[in-house]
């Protein structure tokens, strides 16, 4: 399986880069990224990727960049550049639909971590310390957009970033965590989305006194008219996000955990990028872990 993604990788990169990298640079923007995803794949620290035991017998003679070069090219504007391009060609859904899921994934991390930027919020279960992978997908598993954020940082908030810059229309669906006068406006005034979430007090009950989204009313009416289905079919197919949040999980090189090495707001979002295009080639490609 990693021969047949790490072919995958080759092969889209070489479709993306047009131009080569400036004569100044020893390694060229390709050669960082893949060194990068050798480690990621492997679920090793960027510095055993330098090394050249670690690499195929056939692959040992090219030259490696030392961890410092690494380290410093991945924080480059033309290799961040190049890995939004791999993200954007792998990740994104093939085609625009109707139909959109948004959640959140908890990525904890060690109560005893120095990082600074890693909080204490909800998490499955309780309280955990560490970060939250916020991503908005098509009923298919594609990734339309996504952020990461410490875990302290209301689910709510980051959907308003989600749903302003991604390019959709059609049903949002989430669970009633999302329930938000603000969200249901924003969608409505968007004029071609719309959410639909379960009530957070439930429903039957009343509205209070304050002013209500036309967006809220409008998902309340689609849930809680005489003939649900419509509505009540939508929100069973949220699972799909559940669905897609464990394949990305229950493999071996997926986002099984956060590991020690991979601490901070920019080392978290750069290894959850790489183990998302990781996870969507292997979709793409049908690569096994088996022997056929």
């Given amino acids: 399986m990693e021969h047949q993604l790490w072919k995958a990788i080759v092969a889209v990169l070489r479709t993306l880069v047009k131009t080569p990298t400036r004569a100044r640079f020893t390694f060229s923007d390709v ?21 050249r035991a670690h690499w195929p017998i056939h692959r040992r ?18 290799v961040m550049a190049l890995l939004a391009a791999l993200e954007q060609r792998v990740i994104a859904p093939p085609a625009p639909g109707l139909f959109w899921i948004i959640d959140g994934k908890p990525l904890p991390v060690g109560g005893c971590t120095k990082d ?14 560490g970060y939250k992978l916020h ?30 810059e991604a ?8 669970d009633g965590n999302y329930d938000s006068n ?7 005034a968007r004029g071609n989305l719309q959410l639909v979430t379960s009530r957070r007090c439930g429903p039957g009950r009343g509205l209070g006194h304050h002013r209500q989204s036309a967006g809220r ?5 689609l849930l809680e008219n005489p003939f649900p289905q419509f509505g009540q079919h939508l929100l069973q197919e949220r699972e799909c996000i559940e669905r897609a949040f464990a394949h990305l999980t229950n493999w071996s090189s997926g986002l099984t955990g956060m590991p020690p090495w991979v601490r901070t707001h920019r080392r ?13 080639l292997k979709r793409l490609t049908h690569a096994t872990t088996y022997v056929k």
């Fill in 116 to 129: 600074r930027q890693a909080r204490y919020g909800r998490a499955a279960g309780g309280y955990a310390k």
């Fill in 61 to 78: 003679r090219q030259p490696l960049p030392s961890p410092s070069t690494l380290s410093r090219r991945l924080r480059s504007p033309s």
């Fill in 268 to 280: 978290v979002h750069r290894w959850v990028q790489a183990k998302l295009i990781l996870t969507a």
């Fill in 31 to 51: 050669d960082v990224v893949l060194v990068h995803f050798w480690a990621v794949l492997h679920d090793r620290p960027a510095r055993w990727a330098c090394v």
């Fill in 217 to 221: 009313l409008r998902a309340m009416a």
């Fill in 167 to 174: 390019p959709i229309q059609g049903y949002v669906v989430a």
């Fill in 135 to 164: 991503a908005l997908l098509s009923g298919a598993g594609g990734i339309v957009a996504w952020r990461i954020a410490p875990m302290n940082k209301d689910e709510r908030f980051m959907a308003t970033r989600l749903l302003k």
């Fill in 182 to 188: 603000t969200l249901h406006e924003l969608c409505r």
